[in-house]
Each structure stands twice: as structure tokens, then as C-alpha cells.
């Protein structure tokens, strides 16, 4: 496969040099590998701290900003960060308000996570942890006990990084987390394999005329193979998946994520039918988002999540935010 690099082992550091360049807002340690909004420590305010292996941006480094995270460690590509990075991150960023950990679960983050919040104790920092397991599709799937962490992070971290912004203790962020992660379900498809850049060539073999139905971000297993469907069709059974494991109560904010080489034309085209399915089901939709925003390197596909809003997440989702890979309001 023809790739936009130098060497497979220059991909993360090439690509935070290239972040620094472009967002002079951030400070990107390309060698300890932690990205940092340049304000921090923001005096008075609870620090989010998230990360995860590369591969998947703008996750986590392209959420680094006011409104969303205060600083991201990023893995090599498809590889959990080392829990040193974490406790950087946590000491650059603590205000002495305490500092939230965002965990996506699978094993590698969840074990690193654990080890970097004892370690960061230890220095006197508090620290909180919440593990995002939306994905509806499998359970104890590959790099994974319980449910994978999906599109979620993002709702995550957004109405989490508002509330901080806002002031609130950290009790009170972590709790609004975790009720974010417990009302949030996630379901994705692929079209085509993702290629890691150590392999150049596909991580696994889907037949031209086939999808794979409940794939994971990193290209795990789904739920099976299935000829090729259109995009009503995939729509029908995505959301369908979903609403089969839980009714939200209520209007849902709606993402509608690329897995890296979806076209936008294609996801709004598919959005569409999302909308359709919701209407059908009886399930208001109060905000959407479309566009590439968890993905798996350059895999053809796409993920649905949604996520039950009431009237205080509607105001932590429209408040204000600045970040390489998301922004209103400012």
C-alpha cells in the first residue's frame, strides 16, 4: 500500500511535529509523547486527561483544547500509551483541582490508566478515573473484557471537558462522565480492511462483496460477515442494533463517524438514512454530528452513536470549544 510517510517507526513522532507546526495553541511533546493545551494548568479547574493508541484521529491529540481535554497521550499506532506519558500529562495539567482520566476500554489503556493514576497519587495529584464501553457489537472481543470503547469517547469528553470549563469539582465531572458513557451505545460497520503502517497491508481479509457488521476501531471482529448492503440497509440494522440494546428515553445526540476513508458525501448520505431509521423508531434527534472523527486509519466505513441528551448535556454540548478537531462558539 502507497503511504503519505517516511519509516513505519517516524509515523507518531512525524505526525506530532507536524501538529505542533499547525497548532501553535498546543504544546506537543513529541518526544514524551503528551499534548497539552498551552494554558495549562488552568487555575481553578478540573483537568481531563485521555489518550490511546494511534491511528484513530482526530482522537485524542485532535481534542486537546479549551472545551475538551486538557492534554492526550498518544500510543503508537494501534498500541496503548505507557502509563509515564500518562502521569506527565496529569502533572502538566493539575490546577490542584484534580484531574479525570477517560479510559476507553481495552486492555492495554485500562491496565496503563490504572498504573499512571496510582503513580500520579503517589506525586500528590487526585486523580479520577471513568472507562468508556459503548460499543454494542461484541463482547470480550479482541484487546478487550467487556464492551469496546467507540464513538462515545467523544460525547465523553466534550460534555465532561464543558462542565470542567464551567468550574465544576471533580466529583461532579466524573459523575456527569459516567452518566454519559452508561447513557451511550455505539455500532460500527466496515467496507475495507485498515492498513498499519509497520504492515502495508490490510490487517485482515474482507472479500470485495462483503462488510464486516460490528467491526471494532482497531479492525476487530464484528458480529459476522455480510454481503455487501446499501446504505438504507446498513442504516436499518446499525441503528437497529442499537435501539435492540437500549431505548434512550428522550431526544439523543447523534454522531455519525467515518472510519478514515469515508467520503463525506457518503456520510451525509448515510446520515440520511440514520435519520430516517431514528424517526421510524420514535426517537427525536437534538443535535447531530457528521464527519470523520474515531477512526481506523484509512478503513472504509462507519459507526453510529448515539447518545441520550437532556436539557443540561444539550447546553454542555452547544457551549463553546477549540480544539484541531472541533470547534464552535469561540
Not at 129 to 158: I, P
Amino acid at each position: 500500500m502507497k503511504m503519505l510517510m517516511n519509516v513505519p517507526e517516524s509515523v507518531v513522532g512525524d505526525a506530532l511535529r507536524g501538529m505542533a507546526a499547525a497548532h501553535p495553541d498546543l504544546v506537543v511533546d513529541v518526544e514524551g509523547r503528551v499534548v497539552v493545551r498551552r494554558d495549562a494548568p488552568v487555575a481553578g479547574k478540573v483537568a481531563l486527561v485521555s489518550g490511546g493508541g494511534s491511528g484513530h484521529e482526530p482522537l485524542h491529540g485532535g481534542f486537546v483544547g479549551p472545551g475538551m481535554l486538557d492534554a492526550a497521550c498518544p500510543g503508537e499506532v494501534f498500541t496503548s500509551p505507557v502509563p509515564d506519558q500518562m502521569v506527565r500529562a496529569a502533572a502538566a495539567v493539575d490546577s490542584g483541582k484534580g484531574v479525570l482520566f477517560l479510559v476507553k476500554n481495552y486492555t492495554g489503556d485500562v491496565l496503563n490508566f490504572q498504573m499512571a493514576a496510582e503513580l500520579a497519587e503517589d506525586e500528590g495529584v487526585q486523580v479520577a478515573s471513568v472507562l468508556v464501553n459503548d460499543d454494542v457489537a461484541v463482547v470480550d472481543s479482541t484487546f478487550t473484557a467487556g464492551r469496546r470503547g467507540t464513538g462515545a469517547t467523544l460525547f465523553v469528553e466534550k460534555l465532561a471537558g464543558a462542565a470542567a470549563e464551567e468550574g465544576q469539582p471533580l466529583e461532579r465531572v466524573e459523575a456527569l462522565a459516567r452518566q454519559v458513557v452508561e447513557n451511550s451505545r455505539s455500532f460500527g460497520v466496515a467496507l475495507s480492511s485498515c492498513t498499519t503502517p509497520s504492515k502495508g497491508t490490510p490487517s485482515f481479509d474482507l472479500p470485495a462483496g462483503e462488510l464486516e457488521f460490528g467491526v471494532g476501531i482497531h479492525g476487530e471482529p464484528g458480529r459476522e460477515r455480510r454481503p455487501m448492503m446499501t446504505s438504507r440497509e446498513i442504516a436499518d440494522a446499525s441503528v437497529g442494533a442499537i435501539l435492540d440494546d437500549w431505548q434512550p428515553r428522550g431526544p439523543v445526540l447523534a454522531l455519525v463517524n467515518g472510519m478514515g476513508a469515508t467520503p463525506l458525501l457518503e456520510l451525509y448520505g448515510f446520515n440520511a438514512e440514520v435519520q430516517r431509521v431514528l424517526a421510524e423508531r420514535g426517537v427525536p434527534v437534538a443535535r447531530t454530528l457528521v464527519g470523520n472523527y474515531v477512526t481506523s486509519l484509512d478503513m472504509a466505513g462507519c459507526s453510529v452513536t448515539l447518545c441520550q441528551a437532556d436539557e443540561e448535556t444539550l447546553r454542555l454540548w452547544d457551549a463553546p470549544v477549540q480544539t484541531p478537531g472541533l470547534r464552535w462558539g469561540r
